[in-house]
């Protein structure tokens, strides 16, 4: 089925394929970061992953990424991954590459890491990206970008009840209430990074950090971020990823 730009059994290509904006991944033919779908292997529960720059991993190397630290940690033998992070995305995009991936990958657990809720997706002849200083975005405001991340999460759950898929929700960096959802609160990507603890004995997390953990673009959040991002939601969500 396709109508415009949404379609369930055709992933659009990501703008990760434009190597001289993006620099140099290993991407598939589609410009995702992970393997190719066709022919798609069988054999596995396909777990997609959604979300922007930061999980895509702009500025980091294979195996440096969140995602990659998650499924260091995961069942291998019943899992497989496929990371549909784009740069620049807003929660529309992931929303629509969701849609997408149904009749193509499957998926039955899906990670959300939300972008910022400012962005939109604006479907024109080409489908472009609004961050919050586009000027379309200039009559947007807290409510508006609120509301417009709920139809996406609600888009998103229902997409999972209709599949009979899980769906597990964490943040970038600002998080937002998800009551009656699978949601990760505690940190974002953004705030995971330095850890600290309260107990004097953990003398570990309790060092003074003066120089932030960057990419290497200077940046994006830096290896040490996602590490323990990737930890962190293994624990909160290991139950759920079987």
């Known amino acids: 089925m396709k109508y415009g730009f949404f379609a369930d059994d055709q992933i659009p290509d990501s703008i990760a394929l434009d190597k001289s904006q993006y620099g140099e991944y290993k991407v598939n033919s ?16 396909n777990v ?9 991993g702009i500025g980091l190397d294979d195996g440096e990424v969140w995602v ?3 499924y260091r940690l995961v069942d291998k033998n019943r899992l497989r991954f ?14 629509r590459i969701l849609y997408a991936s149904e009749k193509v990958l499957f998926p039955k657990i899906i990670i959300v ?11 024109d002849k080409h489908p472009k990206n609004l961050t919050n200083a586009a000027p379309e975005l200039a009559l947007e405001n807290n409510t508006t970008d609120s509301n417009n ?6 888009l998103v759950e229902k997409f999972a ?3 009979g898929a899980k769906v597990l929700h964490c943040f970038a960096d600002d998080k937002h209430k998800l009551p009656n959802a ?18 004097r004995s953990k003398q570990s997390k309790r060092q003074h950090i003066s120089k932030p953990s960057l990419a290497k673009d200077g940046i994006h959040y830096g290896v040490e971020h996602h590490n323990a991002f990737g930890k962190q939601i293994y624990y909160a969500f290991r139950t759920k990823l079987k």
């Not at 997609?48 to 895509?56: E, N, P, R, Y």
């Not at 496929?82 to 929303?95: F, I, K, M, R």
């Not at 972008?115 to 604006?122: D, G, H, L």
């Not at 949601?183 to 850890?195: A, D």
């Open 30 to 45: 589609h410009g995702y970061r992970c393997p190719e779908w066709d022919p798609l292997p069988d054999g596995k529960k």
């Open 182 to 199: 699978d949601v990760y609160t505690i940190e974002t990507l953004k705030t995971v990074w330095p850890e600290w603890s309260k107990d």
């Open 82 to 95: 496929w990371n549909l992070a784009v740069p620049g995305a807003s929660a529309d995009l992931c929303t």
């Open 161 to 163: 009840e209709k599949n």
């Open 149 to 154: 991340f709920l139809k996406n999460v609600f």
């Open 68 to 70: 990659d630290q998650l």
């Open 48 to 56: 997609v992953i959604l979300g922007c720059s930061h999980t895509f």
């Open 113 to 123: 890491c939300w972008p910022a809720f400012s962005r939109r997706e604006r479907l």
